[in-house]
Nanobody
Framework: EVQLVESGGGLVQAGGSLRLSCATSGFTFDDYTIGWFRQAPGKEREGVSCISGGPTSYSDSVRGRFIISSDNAKNTVYLQMNSLQPEDTAVYYC???????????????????RGQGTQVTVSS
């Protein structure tokens, strides 16, 4: 059974940091691109970052503030979120897509599996 389980969300003040985790199981981690997405009420889903082995990609809205990384031994991907702002408030979820090129295609919402998400709330 494929599982992607997010954790690490919560309430933080503007300027603060959070680290999200995406623990995966049920598929060969090394064969997949993992992406992070967010969706706020009334807004479209946004693909914020992805990692495919070594290469990474970020949306313009988070580049320079968020850092994606992976621990292949734990089949887990992390999203370190710094300098958080109220506009970063959303449900964040991770998703997986079998590796293709360009790997960034996952950020268009083209993934095979996804998790349930974790709430991130940034207060002003």
């Amino acid at each position: 059974e494929v599982q992607l389980v997010e954790s690490g969300g919560g309430l933080v003040q503007a300027g603060g940091s959070l680290r999200l985790s995406c623990a995966t199981s049920g598929f060969t981690f090394d064969d997949y691109t993992i992406g992070w997405f967010r969706q706020a009420p009334g807004k479209e889903r946004e693909g914020v970052s992805c990692i495919s082995g070594g290469p990474t990609s970020y949306s313009d809205s988070v580049r320079g503030r968020f850092i994606i990384s992976s621990d292949n031994a734990k089949n887990t991907v992390y999203l370190q979120m710094n300098s958080l702002q109220p506009e970063d408030t959303a449900v964040y979820y991770c998703a997986a897509r079998r590796r293709t090129w360009p790997f960034t295609i996952i950020l268009r919402g083209l993934y095979d599996y996804r998790g349930q998400g974790t709430q991130v709330t940034v207060s002003s």
